[in-house]
């Protein structure tokens, strides 16, 4: 099956600086998603992109459609103490797919 | 006000037992899931339900059954239950199976 490459797989950071994480595939993805999960908690949607080249912002975070649909990347700018977490990217392949394909998550911890 | 609720949030229990975990997504929603997080916390589908209808069944042993009884509705049955089945289980619900997922909570199954 399809599998994304997130990186890194883990980032320690001090508060107040900005973060940048990817993902990329082989395959070509229609909807690039990033979902961010606390402990004991379930994937939170943060951005959703579905055209190539697009760049959405979310507050302080910011995502962007790769132009070959084969990657995508998350960045937090001023991090803060409740940016802590594991960041997944997750790709759909097109219509009616039914399948979300996630990478193996980026976990950031942030040092106040 | 939960969009996708399931239960129970913890689940211990033995080698060889049969157990249940409920979900319920009151997004009106036309897709249902099931996805599987392990220790390292990858996220892999299992099963995909659109309107009642399976549609995606990974290779997942058939210890495992999900039943829909509406759209609302996703449970999932699992026989036998064996050491390796300790994980996660995320139910999740989109309007189409090309819209981002929204998640539950999630279950931890402990098996003894």
């Known amino acids: 099956g399809q599998q994304l490459n997130q990186s890194p797989q883990s980032m320690f950071i001090q508060e107040g600086e900005d973060v940048s994480m990817n993902c990329t595939s082989s395959?070509?993805?229609?909807?690039w998603l990033w979902y961010k999960q606390d402990p004991g908690e379930g994937p939170v949607l943060l951005i959703a992109l579905y055209k190539a080249g697009e760049l959405t912002s979310n507050g302080r975070l910011t995502a962007q459609f790769g132009i070959t649909r084969k990657d995508s990347f998350l960045n937090i700018s001023a991090s803060i103490p409740s940016d802590v977490g594991i960041y997944f990217c997750?790709?759909?392949?097109?219509?009616?797919?039914?399948?979300?394909?996630f990478g193996k998550g980026t976990k950031l911890s942030v040092i106040p | 006000d939960t969009a996708v609720s399931q239960t129970p949030k913890y689940l211990v229990t033995q080698m060889g037992n049969d157990k249940s975990i409920k979900c319920e997504q009151n997004?009106?929603?036309?897709?249902m899931y099931w996805y599987k997080q392990d220790s390292k916390k990858f996220l892999k589908i299992m099963f995909s339900?659109?309107?009642?209808?399976?549609?995606i069944n990974e290779t997942v042993p058939n210890r495992f059954s999900p039943k829909s009884p509406d759209k609302a509705h996703l449970n999932l049955h699992i026989n036998s239950l064996e050491l390796g089945d300790s994980a996660v289980y995320f139910c999740a619900s989109s309007s189409t199976g090309n819209s981002p997922l929204h998640f539950g909570n999630g279950t931890r199954l402990t098996v003894t």
């Open positions: 997750a790709g759909l392949m097109g219509a009616g797919s039914y399948q979300l394909t």
């Open positions: 997004l009106g929603h036309d897709t």
């Open positions: 339900y659109n309107n009642k209808e399976l549609i």
């Open positions: 395959s070509i993805f229609n909807t």
